[in-house]
């Protein structure tokens, strides 16, 4: 199976190239990404815990899913795909904002993307994904808020940002 290519973006968002995902991330060139969050009618957000044996932050707790999109793919469409690679079901998802950061890791990567958030709804229990996610549970946005704060080391670094910068996009009732 050959590499995952992710699609390298200027500040607009507008597509400068392709590249494989470890090539990306080792020179930290601006790449297109997405970040995931599943809620139930209690607005309890599913989260996941990554796979022990991820290149980078695993063990994390993060967002119910997050990827790259695929040359051609929409956003929407890299989302809902994802979501059943990973948590074993697909629901609507509404794309509510994007941002771009920075994130070098230990091991000499570094997360340089602009990420699009989108917001969906689930009822029901997934079917996790071993080789993709570890662990995974349902939890209030307060006690979440809460947890970063106490254990900011146990989360990954996109979704602290996302908690603390764009909050306002995820905290969607209805």
């Known amino acids: 199976m050959s590499e995952e290519l ?3 973006v200027n500040e607009k968002d507008e597509k400068i ?3 494989p995902k470890m090539e990306a991330h080792e020179k930290a060139l601006l790449h297109r990404a997405f970040s995931v969050f599943v809620f139930n009618n209690k607005n ?4 996941q815990q990554r796979a022990l044996h991820k ?3 695993p063990g994390l707790w993060t967002n119910t899913c997050c990827s ?3 040359e051609g793919e929409s956003n929407i469409d890299a989302g809902k795909r994802r979501l059943q690679e990973e948590m074993g ?3 609507e998802l509404e794309e509510t904002t994007s941002f771009i950061y920075k994130a070098p890791f230990d091991n000499g990567l570094t997360e340089h993307e602009l990420d699009h958030i989108m917001v969906g709804y689930y009822k ?4 996790i994904n071993k080789d993709e996610v570890a662990d995974w549970k349902w939890m209030p946005l307060e006690d979440v808020k809460k947890d970063i704060d106490n ?3 146990e989360y990954t670094a996109w979704f602290k940002i996302i908690f603390e910068k764009f909050y306002q996009h995820i905290n969607i009732t209805k």
């Open 44 to 47: 309890e957000l599913m989260l």
């Open 68 to 70: 790259h999109q695929r």
């Open 124 to 127: 029901g229990e997934p079917e």
């Open 17 to 19: 190239g392709l590249m």
């Open 6 to 8: 992710v699609i390298l």
């Open 89 to 91: 079901f697909v629901t």
């Open 151 to 153: 254990n900011p080391q």
């Open 55 to 57: 290149y980078h932050s």
